[in-house]
């Protein structure tokens, strides 16, 4: 059950203002894909710097897949590939750090059409309600169930819990009136943590690409 837990954290709630976060995770996202060690290490150390709680959780939690992708690349000789995944997953740690409330009237900011904006809002939103779900569910039946049994019983309650979920949330949203015109963006404005994290963006990108042609 500690995977739910390091997930659950990986999800929480950062200080990170959105429109700074946005941009920030872009440059970063841009720099890790050059597929070098070095940048990716920056970029780890950049996040964990940040925000070491959720980006530790984020990566504990996702230990599995990173061990899988490890494995696979060694055997194919992409070694180089690992770094470069173990960062872009502490990239997505910061990014999901970000209320999807908060994200979708960023995203509004620059521009992004309020119905895609909103609609990548309820997107993240659900992600969270259903991976609480999940963990609620699984230690409520662990209790009572044991072996093949449990996971079978687990697969139906969670698939009936995320069907009952999506006509909750359809039928939320018919009920307010829910529409996706314009509304007026409400960003807190950037702290200097936040400034200081979009300027080691823009260096990394920097030394990124200033560097490329030496390499």
Request: charged share 20%.
């Amino acid at each position: 059950m500690m995977f739910w837990r390091y997930l659950e954290t990986a999800l929480s709630k950062s200080n990170l203002e959105p429109r700074i976060g946005l941009i920030s995770v872009l440059i970063l996202c841009i720099s890790a894909y050059s597929f070098r060690i070095d940048v990716a290490l920056a970029v780890i150390m950049l996040t964990l710097a940040f925000n070491p709680r959720k980006t530790l959780a984020g990566l504990f939690a996702l230990i599995p897949f990173l061990t899988f992708f490890a494995f696979v690349s060694l055997f194919l000789g992409g070694f180089e590939k690992i770094p470069t995944m173990i960062a872009l997953v502490c990239v997505g740690c910061l990014l999901y750090g970000i209320q999807p409330e908060e994200f979708s009237y960023a995203l509004m900011y620059f521009r992004i059409p309020p119905k895609f904006a909103h609609s990548i809002a309820i997107a993240m939103r659900m992600l969270q309600i259903l991976i609480r779900d999940f963990r609620l569910t699984s230690e409520a039946l662990r209790l009572s169930f044991k072996g093949f049994g449990y996971y079978i019983k687990l697969l139906k309650a969670f698939s009936a819990i995320t069907v009952l979920r999506a006509f909750a949330m359809a039928e939320t949203l018919y009920s307010r009136r829910f529409d996706f015109d314009r509304r007026m963006v409400r960003c807190r404005r950037p702290e200097l943590r936040d400034w200081i994290l979009l300027v080691l963006s823009v260096l990394i990108l920097c030394y990124t690409y200033l560097t490329r042609s030496a390499l």
